[in-house]
């Protein structure tokens, strides 16, 4: 396989620039303002985020600015009713799907309210095994394929993911049973400390694709629009029954791992940070609106408030959030309260109400 | 009522239930068109067509995630794992995935799957195909583990297990598969899981047993009588949950009892009832809980594993001894 068919999609250069006009994806101009939107205000998201992190007031939190482009285009590529399968980082595409900002709070905390996602929303939960949502999406794909519904899923995993075996056990299935699905690889380029290119010999992680038999691209993951139309024609092709496709994007992510100790420092370079950083997917994206008079200082400040008044918003619903208790776990075990449980939610519900 | 095998009562139950709810679908490894390596779903195929019954690339852990995207997607899914062995490629599936689906999202997904896998001694298969491995899912909150020990059992087990919205590790014991035959209802019934069933009533020793061992403890039990002892022979049916209420009431009546399985000493379902029955009735006990189990070494597969296997002997011996205590 020449490597040229895995030569990275572009549309916007680092400068706001088209290079690929005619790979231009066919969005109106609220659109694009739109997706701008989405990122900035994702970006503050992320900002108060790690600040509420640091202050002890959230749990398990991944850090995703530098991946806006990534997350945003391709989310916003696909439909309401297609379903998400993410990781422990896709946390905006659930938000921008209909998952309230609170609840992804509490999933942080580890409140089991957290995962009970809004009625109809098709999403599961952040997956904290590295890979399982990948096999799960060719469930959820054969799934929709036999209900006949014109429905697409989409997973997301990062660098290390593409080193899991579920990984090659998922695209293979998708490709074997010809599913609706669509695996998107976000090369930030390390798996905590572990740099992409010891996780495999192989130039890019998109041309993993070929072994499954299905299509794969590689994208410019901070270029929104590449993102975008690369994933729009996955959409396209799955729901058409033309299969699943693996898009790797290249991207980076400024912070740490996770807000769970991880220094950054340790295994980067701030020469290699401040590279990145001048690829910033808003920046390129402000350039190109402001190009197109699209775009000002005062819209996106608008945003900035908006962002944080909803953050504050939600912290409030978090902290008035009743405790969960052990009687309230017990019960959401199953079903059905098999008898061992059946015992044990009565010594705790005398255990709670003595509290 | 037909007298069938066990395979044949465990491919009845299938077919009932894919013929009772359409969402119900049944995939694996040579499943389809093949119709298993055991032929457990044989003719399945031909009935129910390719798109409900079917073949699956060579991978445990990818059936394991079909079963789970396919069980959110609103169908109830029957995954085979072709050898018990092989649960260890789909183990995240299992305890780290479908067992805590409904605990995860607050109940907002369930996991209605059915895990059915061969498993057990005496039948000389390779390495890895004839452990028990329960005591690995007995370990692991969210997931039934169910093992018939009749065909009319199996039957109706395997349709409660298949009607569950909670996942459910189903057992089957390769020597009973085609070893005994018994009576079993043409028509859909269930058999209530997480209920032990009395097989052979006694005054004077409980033997708590499952799977294969309960034919060895109705033998052992058999062959007490001709002593005048008379043993209470317990099939868990379930063992995990286990029937606590049923083994307690059995040990107050009898004071003595012996836990048996086929699997290895160390850990598992033996060892967790013997702690149990402790707990709730040491006062009426007259001698220590015994256990009658494999040695704790891998399995020996092929050449010595009717020795190493315990056997209708081992309990007889075992009895006699808590009953000198």
């Keep these: ?355 | 009522m037909a007298e069938m095998t066990m395979i044949k009562a465990i491919t009845d139950a299938m077919r009932t239930e894919l013929k009772n709810d359409e969402d119900v679908l049944l995939f694996g490894e040579d499943v389809g068109y093949y119709g298993g390596v055991f032929r457990a779903t044989e003719g399945l195929q031909e009935e129910f067509g390719e798109d409900r019954v079917f073949d699956t690339p060579l991978a445990e852990s990818g059936i394991g995630g079909l079963a789970i995207g396919l069980g959110v997607t609103g169908f109830r899914p029957i995954m085979e794992i072709q050898f018990i062995g092989f649960m260890f490629e789909v183990m995240d599936g299992l305890a780290g995935q479908m067992s805590r689906m409904h605990y995860r999202t607050g109940g907002y997904y369930d996991s209605p799957i059915t895990v059915r896998a061969p498993f057990g001694g005496g039948v000389k298969t390779p390495e890895l195909h004839p452990d028990s491995l329960e005591g690995l899912m007995a370990q692991t909150p969210g997931i039934r583990v169910v093992i018939p020990s009749t065909p009319y059992d199996a039957k109706g087990l395997l349709i409660s297990s298949i009607r569950s919205n909670d996942p459910v590790f189903y057992l089957e014991h390769m020597k009973l598969y085609r070893s005994l035959k018994g009576e079993v209802p043409e028509e859909a019934y269930t058999v209530d899981l997480d209920k032990a069933d009395i097989k052979r009533e006694g005054d004077d020793i409980t033997f708590v047993a499952y799977g294969a061992m309960v034919h060895s403890a109705l033998k052992a039990a058999e062959q007490l009588s001709e002593e005048n002892i008379a043993a209470e022979v317990i099939d868990l049916r379930t063992v995990s949950p286990v029937d606590l209420d049923t083994i307690i009431e059995s040990v107050k009546k009898t004071n003595r009892a012996v836990v048996i399985q086929e699997a290895q000493k160390q850990a598992g379902v033996a060892a967790g009832i013997s702690a149990e029955i402790s707990e709730r009735a040491i006062l009426h006990l007259e001698a220590p809980v015994a256990r009658v189990t494999a040695p704790d070494t891998v399995y020996p597969f092929a050449s010595d594993e009717d020795v190493w296997l315990p056997d209708h002997n081992d309990i007889i011996e075992k009895a006699k001894a808590t009953i000198d205590f």
């Design chain 1, 1 to 355: 396989m020449a490597k040229h068919k895995y030569e990275t999609f572009q549309i916007l250069d680092e400068n706001g620039k088209v290079v690929n006009e005619d790979e231009m994806p066919d969005l109106s101009d609220e659109q694009l303002q739109d997706i701008m939107y989405r990122m900035v205000y994702t970006r503050i998201l992320d900002q108060r985020a790690v600040s509420l992190g640091r202050q002890g007031r959230l749990g398990f939190y991944a850090p995703v600015a530098g991946q806006e482009a990534s997350m945003i285009g391709s989310h916003y590529a696909i439909d309401k009713e297609d379903w998400i399968a993410p990781g422990y980082r896709d946390i905006p595409q659930l938000i921008w799907h209909g998952y309230p900002l609170w609840q992804s709070y509490l999933f942080s905390k580890g409140h089991y309210k957290g995962g009970q996602m809004p009625e109809g929303l098709n999403a599961l939960v952040p997956q904290i095994i590295i890979g399982a949502q990948i096999v799960q999406t060719a469930g959820i794909a054969l799934g929709l394929k036999k209900k006949g519904n014109s429905q697409a899923v989409i997973s997301y995993t990062g660098d290390g993911g593409a080193s899991q075996g579920d990984f090659y056990e998922g695209m293979n299935f998708a490709g074997a049973f010809h599913v609706p699905a669509i695996f998107v690889v976000q090369n930030n380029q390390y798996a905590i400390s572990v740099p992409a290119d010891e996780q495999t010999a192989a130039e890019t992680i998109a041309q993993k694709a070929v072994a499954a038999g299905i299509e794969g691209v590689q994208v410019d993951g901070m270029d929104a629009l590449a993102v975008y139309a690369a994933t729009q024609k996955a959409r396209q092709n799955a729901v058409d029954g033309d299969g699943p496709t693996l898009i790797e994007t290249l991207c980076y992510r400024y912070g740490p791992h996770s807000l769970s100790g991880d220094d950054p420092t340790r295994y980067r370079t701030s020469e290699e940070d401040d590279e990145w950083e001048k690829r910033d997917p808003l920046v390129r994206f402000r350039k190109y609106l402001e190009s197109k008079d699209l775009w000002s200082e005062e819209k996106e400040n608008e945003i900035v408030d908006e962002a944080k008044a909803d953050v504050k918003a939600a912290m409030k619903e978090v902290e008035e959030t009743p405790r969960q208790k052990v009687s309230e776990l017990i019960e959401i075990m199953g079903n059905e309260l098999p008898n061992n449980l059946q015992e044990q939610l009565e010594e705790y519900r005398a255990k709670e109400s003595s509290e």
